[in-house]
């Protein structure tokens, strides 16, 4: 075999084992399943959040912190706040709560979310500023056809490493008013 069939026989041998391993994922209530969107409740959970650093909350997870403890990583990763600053954020496991979650520090504030609903739409390949406004002006049409009233900025949550190249899984969300 040459090089190049070597090299790409790697490649995707590595991507199908990044593929297969499980992370947890976020917990949520989905409470109206469309084919266009998911209504959703999202209980809180213990995050940690920095100035879009990855590298910052990497190394929290990967020990540095308060207690040096190493901590899963989960999906998803959000991108944005809600409030619509340019921030990212780890869910933290959920055996993690305000009583034993590791300080975070200057680069990284560790907080526990709100609970809150939100309107959430899918959709595959890398998440790019094009594709994000797409799905983001389609959910605020849905939102605006159903009476849902929103009072989020756009948030993207991103499932997939950036090196998988198949099977990419995000999503848009909005927060809504609870719809009782």
């Known amino acids: 075999m040459d090089k190049i069939t070597m090299g790409l026989m790697a490649f995707l041998l590595f991507?199908?084992?990044l593929m297969a391993q499980k992370y947890e994922t976020q917990e949520f209530k989905v409470l109206n399943d469309s084919e266009e969107f998911e209504l959703r409740y999202y209980p809180p959970v213990m995050k940690i959040q920095s100035d879009n650093d990855f590298g910052s909350l990497f190394r929290y997870i990967s020990g540095r912190n308060s207690s040096n403890t190493k901590i899963a990583m989960t999906t998803p990763v959000y991108m944005g706040d809600g409030q619509g600053n340019q921030v990212m954020e780890f869910v933290l496991p959920s055996s993690f709560d305000q009583n034993n979650t590791p300080i975070g520090s200057e680069e990284v504030r560790v907080f526990q979310s709100n609970p809150g609903h939100f309107i959430a739409m899918s959709f595959g390949g890398y998440a790019t500023?094009?594709?994000?406004?797409?799905?983001?002006?389609?959910?605020l049409a849905i939102a605006d056809e159903n009476n849902f009233e929103i009072i989020s900025a756009p948030i993207l949550l991103?499932?997939?490493?950036?090196?998988?190249?198949?099977?990419?899984k995000n999503e848009v969300l909005f927060e809504i008013v609870d719809p009782k």
């Open 158 to 168: 991103v499932y997939n490493a950036p090196y998988q190249v198949f099977g990419r």
């Open 15 to 17: 991507s199908f084992n």
């Open 129 to 139: 500023a094009r594709s994000q406004k797409k799905y983001a002006d389609r959910l």
